[in-house]
């Protein structure tokens, strides 16, 4: 039986695993043979191993250039931030001459939010190496979210001179499902840390703004479009329907369908249909909520008090406040940033105990899931502050919603919940939601840009993984039921 390239590829990574690992036993502190090793379980997927490898090479050799920028590198990708940060950060002060250990520093610090001191991490990069291609493409993100956008195409031009296209490493045995992902340089993209397995995809990622027609596209087989916020993300999906006029691939999400999410518009089309609630929401010029005469403005467009206000393009409560009369409204909004904000009028779906629920439901290529409840007893409800490490109670709801969705919120709620997804039309997405007091399904946010996150590993969540795994899994097949359909695949060059 013959095997293809990819296998050969794997077979020959494991043997020469097996060749390294008996030269060791004879030389265990060879430096050389140690860092060998550790790339080599790199590139057969064994990223814990891999990290405890490049920890034994620094044990023998601190400071060791590569085994510091690779662990630093795996701590990354496994979305360990805080032990990236520290790696790179070590390494950009014993290897200050090298341009990539501040870029890669650079890079871990936007993640975590830390925009000025990656942005001095980048200059660093910069003076090392003037025309450090990460470093460029890293201020070019910066720029875009500041909104400078001159500065940001220069920038973009230089860290894509060629038309370049940052395409993912590749460790699996079988040829790869090849996916162009297209994302925005501002954020507000599809997390699919937990979806994309190098193991079985290999990825090419396209930042829109950084788009050209003179670029030249990767082979691949889909096209998944990871933009997911239409309040935040205009000139990314601008960019990216102009990529699709040159792409001949199963596309997933569609900027058209996305672009049509934002806050303001899902509360004027979902509220129309049938036992769905949506609030009023209503953007204003941000000297619209500063005036005098700021009160009678939102009572002219029906709103009453408490009133809710947010910067649009923000998440996970961030830049968002409940204010409870006029006499707050001023001092409350003053430090909102942005020249826009949403008012939305304030729906009671606190529960008969008092706090409140936000029950989330995704939408993968037609099918629905659910995904989370989280129960608080604070109105601004999320997962990560929620109150479900407290209350057995809470996680016994969970459960019931997680393993009997149909039964537990009724069969009208979840007739309403497919009449969402149908009017959204994205192949990924999710609904939060909870219910007014009229037992309506109130809508809080329906888009995109809905993470999948694996539960704490702690005994009491044990209950959520299968149900989790389950969207991961769909997911997934979808993506692979999209690139068979799709064009014949080819090798990355």
């Keep these: 039986m013959s095997v293809g390239p990819w296998a050969k590829q794997w077979h020959a990574r494991t043997a020469a695993l097996r060749r390294v690992e008996k030269q060791l036993a004879r030389s265990p502190d060879d430096v050389g043979l140690r860092l060998e090793r550790a790339q080599l379980l790199e590139d057969l997927g064994l990223r814990e191993e891999a990290a405890a490898a490049y920890v034994q090479v620094l044990v023998v050799h601190p400071w060791h250039y590569d085994a510091m920028m690779r662990l630093g590198a795996l701590f990354a990708v496994g979305g360990k931030q805080d032990a990236a940060r520290a790696v790179f950060l070590e390494a950009a002060m014993r290897h200050a001459d090298r341009a990539a250990p501040h870029a890669c520093l650079g890079n871990v610090l936007l993640d975590v939010g830390d925009t000025p001191a990656a942005q001095a991490a980048f200059e660093a990069a910069l003076r090392a190496d003037p025309d450090h291609r990460e470093a460029h493409r890293g201020l070019a993100i910066i720029f875009e979210r500041a909104g400078d956008v001159a500065a940001a195409d220069r920038a973009w031009r230089a860290g894509f001179p060629d038309g370049s296209i940052a395409i993912s490493p590749y460790r699996g045995p079988k040829e790869p499902i090849r996916v162009l992902l297209v994302t925005s340089a501002i954020g507000g993209n599809i997390p699919l840390q937990h979806v994309l397995d190098d193991r079985v995809f290999q990825w090419a990622t396209l930042i829109a703004e950084s788009y050209t027609p003179s670029m030249t596209m990767p082979p691949h087989s ?41 806050r303001a518009a899902n509360a004027d089309r979902l509220g129309a249909l049938p036992g769905v609630a949506v609030p009023r929401i209503v953007a204003f010029p941000r000297a619209a909520l500063l005036a005098e ?50 008012a939305i009028a304030y729906l009671d779906t606190r529960r008969a105990d008092g706090t409140w629920a936000k029950y989330r439901a995704m939408f993968v290529d037609g099918e629905l899931f659910p995904l989370h409840l989280a129960i608080s007893r604070e109105w601004k409800v999320h997962y990560f502050t929620s109150a479900m490490d407290e209350d057995v109670a809470f996680r016994e709801a969970e459960r019931a919603f997680l393993e009997d969705m149909p039964g537990t919120i009724g069969a009208p709620a979840v007739a309403a919940l497919h009449a969402i997804g149908a009017e959204l039309g994205l192949d990924y997405g999710g609904i939060d939601f909870a219910f007014d007091a009229q037992g309506r399904l109130a809508v809080f946010e329906a888009n995109a840009t809905m993470v999948i996150l694996p539960p704490k590993d702690d005994p009491m969540y044990a209950y959520r993984k299968a149900p989790i795994q389950r969207v991961l899994d769909a997911v997934r097949a979808m993506i692979m039921r999209r690139a068979n359909a799709g064009a014949a695949r080819a090798q990355f060059s």
């Design 222 to 262: 889909v096209l998944f479009n990871a933009i997911g916020d239409a309040d935040k993300c205009a000139r990314a999906l601008d960019h990216a329907e102009l990529l699709l006029e040159r792409v001949d691939a199963q596309i997933i999400n569609p900027p058209d369908r996305v672009r049509g999410s934002g």
């Design 293 to 342: 005469d700021a009160a009678a403005t939102l009572a002219e467009h029906g709103f009453d008090w408490p009133l809710l206000v947010r910067s649009p393009g923000f998440h996970t409560g961030n830049h968002f406040v409940s204010i409870a009369g006029p006499a707050e409204l001023a001092e409350s909004v003053a430090p909102l940033p942005g020249d826009e904000l949403l």
